[in-house]
């Protein structure tokens, strides 16, 4: 049974993200809410909990695009090779918001993923994901929590997520109501933009 714990966005209780920080440190899977849909997360350098993740979500290792979850911009060089200047103060300035870029990853990037020639950076205008990353020293592994119906394609309220996922991960943080509109996705491979997927971010600078 999934612990389920309530964190203000205005001002996450310190505890409360200790919490979750000690579950994704132990391997958990968390569900927790950013600046657009509810995510399900674990921690980048956990390869059993990656494992879970890509079984939950039903996606191969090797073909998943989940995200990495960063408090800032600042340790892009960890994961990702060199951008081009441009490209960097375009992020700098957007984020944190709504937007996934994704870069070329290096041969930083955890061994679990690896495989991936590409690495999606998410940086949340939300306080709660980003003091999780900030507590836990690292970025955390994302996916959109999706739904399978023909009405709505995200959860987007905890209570709900709760009782769908109460026996398959291992907390819930209710954060209040989520979005139903994803991040725009952006590529800027080969220091060239381009428009992945239209969400919530605006896209007036392509």
Known sequence: MAIYTRIYEEN??????KKVVDCLKGG??????????YGICCDIYNAKAFDRLCQL???????????????????????????DNAIFKLMKRVLPGPYTFVLEANNKVPKCVQKKKTVGI??????IPCDIV???GNPIMNASLKVEDDMVEYLTDPELICDLYKDKVDMIVDGGFGDNTPSTVISCLND????IRQGKGLVDFI
Do not use: H, W
């Open 12 to 17: 996450p209780n310190e505890r409360q993200v």
């Open 28 to 37: 958990g899977i968390v569900i927790i809410p950013t600046d657009t849909v």
């Open 57 to 83: 979500t039903g996606k191969k290792k090797e073909k998943s695009n989940f995200s990495f979850i960063c408090y800032d911009i600042s340790n892009l060089s960890d994961f990702a090779r060199p951008i």
């Open 122 to 127: 998410r940086v949340p205008a939300n306080n």
């Open 134 to 136: 900030k507590m836990l």
């Open 192 to 195: 060239e933009i381009e428009l």
